[in-house]
């Protein structure tokens, strides 16, 4: 029999999560105790929050399901593995928009993760290879957790820094956002040194250290990380404005377009077309390819490095293909 009150709740909470109605008889068996005793767990349940519905009948049952907000989850260790594999690998080739929550959620659940499942989760992450990988620069997981953890509990960060010429040097930081363009982290933050904010590119980062110091959020500039960052890259020398017309409405081409080109198309010939202007720092090869992921219609106006790989990238794929023989 349980008697620990907290305990038996969480090996209540456990059963209920498997998605099957369980009878008031086979809960009480297997928690040791009278059914009257399981109603009343199971009322404690529903005063946190977890919505736990019970039918009527000679032997009720009950189950665990959706509500108005999402409560805490409870994880046995082989959950815990799986859901822990799972968001390393999201967290460099997530679905767009999710990447940044992957790594949020892998921060806290690896926060709480007992020695021996953290080991397990490497082993198996090591044992095993993607069969799609990003093209962006590899980040160790470990660094991402680092960095999200600090940004949550803002809590200032020590780490080394290589910078585009091969400078290294120290950095002390207070960490404001993560953000990720598909290809590439970036970190904002106000670097204490210089007293000024600055972006740091992830995968230059080594010996990130949460230093435990906490701090006050400053304001950011531009209220905005993504928008910080993609004034950032405009003022970088390697950047450079294009202007592409896809032959589609605006709002088709919107839904197509990453989220980190901080651009939306503008409307042409009374909105059948639209032309899409941004200022971007990714190479032109690598724009030409994101371009032709949208699977879109569209002729590149300028820059004439951009049409001589759309040109390229068009040529080869044509090599690619075998030929017609029908």
């Known amino acids: 029999m349980t008697t620990d009150t907290p305990a038996r709740l969480l090996t209540l909470l456990s059963l209920l999560q498997t998605p099957r109605e369980w009878p008031g008889g086979e809960l009480a068996d297997r928690l040791g105790v009278s059914r009257r005793t399981v109603r009343r767990d199971v009322d404690r349940l529903r005063e946190l929050g977890y919505p736990v519905q019970a039918t009527m009948g000679a032997d009720g049952g009950y189950r665990l399901v959706a509500g108005k907000a999402m409560p805490p989850l409870v994880l046995d260790d082989e959950e815990a593995v799986a859901i822990a594999v799972g968001l390393r690998a999201g ?7 999710l990447d940044e929550a992957s790594v949020r959620a892998l921060a806290k659940l690896e926060q709480v993760l007992p020695s021996r499942l953290r080991h397990r989760v490497t082993t198996l992450q090591a044992a095993t290879t993607p069969l799609t990988t990003g093209d962006g620069p590899s980040i160790a997981t470990g660094t991402l957790t680092v960095m999200a953890s600090t940004v949550a509990g803002h809590e200032r960060l020590r780490f080394a820094y290589r ?38 590119r992830v995968d230059r980062v080594s010996e990130p250290f949460a230093t435990g110091a906490r701090f006050t959020p400053r304001e950011l500039p531009t209220g905005d990380a993504a928008e910080y960052l993609r004034r950032s890259m ?6 450079y404005d294009i202007e592409v017309h896809f032959l589609d409405a605006p709002e088709v081409v919107a839904a197509r377009l990453p989220q980190w080109l901080g651009a939306a198309p503008e409307a042409a010939d009374g909105g059948a077309s639209c032309v899409l202007r941004a200022t971007v720092s ?19 106006r300028r820059p004439l490095e951009l049409v001589d790989q759309v040109r390229e990238l068009g040529a080869r794929l044509g090599r690619a293909a075998p030929p017609d023989t029908a």
């Open 91 to 97: 967290a460099g080739h997530a679905v767009e928009g």
């Open 234 to 239: 405009q003022r970088r020398n390697d950047s």
């Open 163 to 200: 910078a585009g010429d091969g400078t290294g040097s120290r950095r002390v930081t207070e960490p404001y956002r993560l953000v990720s363009t598909g290809r590439r982290w970036y970190l904002i933050a106000y670097d204490l040194d210089r007293e000024d904010w600055r972006t740091f």
């Open 282 to 300: 990714d190479a032109p090869e690598w724009m030409a390819v994101r371009l032709a992921m949208t699977g879109l219609e569209f002729r590149v």
